[in-house]
């Protein structure tokens, strides 16, 4: 394929061919399932994912790729090319049946971070993603409390669903070669999010104002939103940073604010 990658998209193919059975294989993809594809690019996956499960959706902003992709594997299965942005489309449409999507992708880095929070939102539509990113990202995503990395990335998300780094990918496995190692990374929708759907943008609200400034204490970050006795009650130390906190005791701090806030407008 002739296409030279867009900066403006992002774009940087993966060429690597024992990097691509390898990420298959973490797939596992198996006929019949709803795999949906997120940035086929030139169809580095696209083809082993189309013959593994019979059928496949492929969303692709870039409009000069989608006749060669339709013309290269019209003859392995049922694809089906959709010309959008993955950061404004209703993956729900694709739905047939009850079975749920499997979503895979090279997500372009420019975009993770808004289109993991999108894909979030529709998480009870999902089954599971494993997605290329930037592997600072990743290990964002992963982190623990009390490590540097861990934040509101790895809060939102571990809220949300599972994450499981799978394996590293260096930069020579791409087209061009970005200049930064990338990882691929399985996330598992939780059947019962632990914060309510209906509760996510309050509770995304306070985790934002949390970690707003990271050397900051909690008393500093919160105020005006939980005061330093409410905080106290709840048998969690003011004075800790938000990066110490594990994701539990932010629910609680929430839990309490979204309370008395209810309580005094009723």
Known sequence: ??????????????????????????????????????????GALTGGLLQRAGQLDAIELDRDLIEPLRDRFAALGAL??????????????????????RLVGNLPYNISTPL???????????????????????????????????????????????????????????????KVDSALVRLCPRPEPLVAQKEMAAFSALVAQAFAQRRKTL??????????????RLGIDPGARSETLPISDLIRLFRATNGEHRARSA
Do not use: W
């Open 1 to 42: 394929m002739s296409h030279r990658p867009r900066k403006r998209f992002g774009q940087n193919f993966l060429h690597d061919q024992a990097v691509i059975e390898r990420i298959l294989t973490c797939i596992d993809p198996r006929p019949g399932e709803q795999l949906v594809e997120i940035g086929p690019g030139h």
């Open 80 to 101: 089906r090319l959709h010309n959008a942005d993955a950061l404004a489309f209703d993956f729900s449409i694709l739905l047939d049946g009850n079975q749920q999507l």
């Open 116 to 178: 993991l929070f999108h894909l979030i939102d529709q998480a009870h539509v999902i089954e599971d993603m494993h997605f290329m990113l930037q592997k600072e990202v990743v290990e964002r995503m992963a982190a623990a409390p009390g490590c540097k990395a861990y934040g509101r990335l790895s809060v939102m998300l571990q809220v949300s669903c599972t994450v499981s780094p799978l394996f590293s990918i260096g930069p020579a496995c791409f087209e061009p070669p970005p």
């Open 219 to 232: 008393r500093n970050n919160l105020k005006g939103l939980v005061d330093t006795a409410q905080i106290s």
